[in-house]
C-alpha cells in the first residue's frame, strides 16, 4: 500500500505528511485512489481537502492534468489544476517527454513522485537528478509492473541520485549494491492491507468501509518496520512475515472500527486475540 511506504519514507526523510508535494506519472484509477487517499491523510493532520488537492499534480497521456482541458475524465477534475498547458505524451519518442517532466519539477518542486503510467523508463536519468537537486532525499515510487514498464528500476534511482533516493517499486526486486552500501527495495503492494481490512470489517461486521480504516491500516504496516530496516531501505515488513503482519495490523483496524461505532459485534477484551480466533487454519485431520 502505497501510503504505508510514504510514512515510512517520511521517518527517513523527515517532515510530515501534510507538507509533501506529489507529482504522479499517471493519472487512471490507481493515481486518484492513491491521491485520494494521500489527501485523507494529510487531512487527518488538519490540511483542508481543496489545499491538499493543491499539493498534487498529475500528468496522463496529454500531458499535465490542467482546469480547462477539453473532455477532461469527471474523476481527474479534483487535480485540474489552474496551470498552462502542456503537449502530449508520445509514448514512441520518451526522450521527448524528458524536459516537460524535468521543467513539471522545477516549476512544481515535488518532495515525491509516483509512477502509476505504465510506461517503462518515464523516470530517466534527468528526472532522478532533477528531483535530486531539489530534494535532500528524494522519494521516488515506480510501481507499475512488470517489471519492463516500470518507470525506473532501483538500481537506477540510487545510482542516479547518488544513493539518496528513497525507492518502492511495484514488484520486488533484489537486493542493490553501490559505492559499498546495501539497499534492500520494497514492493509497495496491496497484500499488506486489503487482507487486513477485509478480515477486520469481516470480524467486527462492519457497517461500513472509512477512510480512516485504510489510513490506520498503512501506519499499522508502516510501525511494523523496525529502525535498522529503514537505513537498509525498507519502507514495508518482510513478506516472509506476512501472516502475522496481517493479524497486527487487521486488530488495529478492528480497533478503528469499534472506536468509530461502526461494530455490530461486541467488542472483545482483547483485538489480536479477537482477530486470531477468525482467521482460517489449514488443519486436516488425518484419514488412515
Known sequence: MTLAGLINALKITGGQLREQRVLFLGAGSAAIGVADLIVAGMGQQGLAPDMARQQ?????????VVAGRPSLAPHKLPYAHKLPPSK?????DLASECPQIVAAIEDFKPTIIIGVSTVGKLFSREVVEAMSRLNARPIIFALSNPIDKHECLPEQACAWSKGKAVYAGGVQFPPVHLDGQTFLPSQAKNLYVFPAIGM????????????EMFIEAAHAVADQVTPEQLKLGMLFPPQSKILEVEVQTAARVAKVVFDSGLARVERPANMETFIRRHLYKPQYKAVV
Open 56 to 64: 498534487i499534480r498529475m500528468f496522463d497521456t496529454q500531458g499535465l
Open 88 to 92: 502530449p505524451f508520445d509514448h514512441h
Open 200 to 211: 477486520a470489517i469481516y470480524a467486527t461486521n462492519a457497517k461500513r468501509a472509512t477512510d
